[in-house]
C-alpha cells in the first residue's frame, strides 16, 4: 500500500555533509521525495513537533538540538513507507543500529542520531501537516 512518511535529516547530519548520503539511500530504496523543504527550525517549531515527547527528561535538549542548525525536511512516498524509513534508519540509539542503517553510518549518539522518521499513520499525517500544505506535496 502506497503511503507517505515525513523524514527529517537532522542538524548533525547536514553538518556533516550528509544530504546526499541519505537522500539517495531514500531513492535507491523505492522512497520517493514528494516535498524537500530545507530550513532552521525556532525552538518552538522543535516544540510543536516534538510535542508528544513534552514529559520526557530530555525534551529540552532534543529541541534545543533541532532548533541548532539547517535541516532538510521530506515526505517520502512509496510501498510501506514509515516502516521501511524505520528500517532504513535503524535503532535511536546509533549504537543499537543494525549495521548498513543510517543511524549506524552518520549518528553519535542516541541524541545525535541523524534522522527522523514518523512511527505510524497517524503520526506521519500530523508531522507531514506541520510543514507543508496539500499544495506543496507532488505526486
Ligand atoms: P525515534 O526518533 O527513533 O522515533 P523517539 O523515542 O521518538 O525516537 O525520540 C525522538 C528523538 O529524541 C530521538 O530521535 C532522539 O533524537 C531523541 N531521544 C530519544 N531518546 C533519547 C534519550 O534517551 N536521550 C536523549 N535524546 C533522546
Ligand atoms: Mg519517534
Redesign the pocket.
Known amino acids: 500500500m502506497s503511503e507517505r512518511t515525513l523524514a527529517i535529516i ?1 542538524p548533525d547530519a547536514v553538518k556533516k555533509n550528509a544530504i546526499g548520503d541519505i537522500m539517495g539511500r531514500y531513492e535507491t530504496s523505492g522512497l520517493t521525495p514528494v516535498a524537500i523543504r530545507m530550513m532552521q527550525f525556532s525552538k518552538s517549531t522543535a516544540e510543536g513537533f ?1 510535542a ?2 513534552k514529559a ?3 525534551f529540552d ?2 529541541c534545543t ?2 532548533s541548532s542548525g539547517p535541516v532538510v525536511v521530506v515526505v517520502l512516498q512509496g510501498n510501506n513507507a514509515i516502516k521501511k524509513h ?1 528500517e532504513l ?1 535503524g ?3 546509533p549504537a543499537k543500529a543494525d549495521a548498513g542503517t543510517i543511524r549506524k553510518a552518520h549518528g553519535a ?5 541523524a ?3 514518523s ?1 505510524s499513520p497517524e503520526t506521519a499525517q500530523f508531522e507531514i501537516a506541520y510543514f507543508f500544505p496539500a499544495m506543496e506535496i507532488v505526486g
Not at 549518539?109 to 542520531?113: A, R
Open positions: 537532522k516534538y508528544v515527547h520526557r527528561p530530555f535538549s532534543l538540538f533541532m524505520r534508519m535503532a535511536t540509539d549518539n542516541i541524541e545525535f542520531n534522522v527522523h522518521g512511527d
